[in-house]
Nanobody, 125 residues
């Protein structure tokens, strides 16, 4: 599976962006998908996850209520809708796939099997 993230850019504080991550291959719908981000000098941080059907989601406290993860299996795409953006949201955002949706393992980046290349989000104050 190859993952291609897009949709990053420069936005003002309080603004919104929608990130997309499109997968190649016909097995996309069998994977749970997540978004992470990495700011300069910091570790890669879990943000949100969604199970294969889209019924179950999990969010980090830092983005709960502001970000929404969704997926369209017909388009092999997972989205991250980001609202009320803050300067501290500035980072490179990555999508990733994982075989099993388990709240015990989703935050562990070592559990993921495929990663997108990242897309830069910059939030100006």
């Amino acid at each position: 599976v190859q993952l291609q993230a897009s949709g990053g850019g420069l936005v003002q504080s309080g603004g919104s962006l929608r990130l997309s991550c499109t997968a190649s291959g016909r097995t996309f719908s069998s994977y749970a998908m997540s978004w992470f981000r990495q700011a300069p000098g910091k570790e890669r941080e879990f943000l949100a996850a969604i199970n294969w059907s889209g019924v179950s989601t999990l969010y980090a406290d830092s983005v709960k209520g502001r970000f929404t993860i969704s997926r369209d299996n017909a388009k092999n795409t997972v989205y991250l809708h980001m609202n009320s953006l803050r300067p501290e949201d500035t980072a490179v955002y990555y999508c990733a796939s994982i075989n099993y949706y388990s709240e015990y393992t989703l935050r562990d980046r070592d559990r993921y099997n495929y990663w997108g290349q990242g897309t830069l989000v910059t939030v100006s104050s």
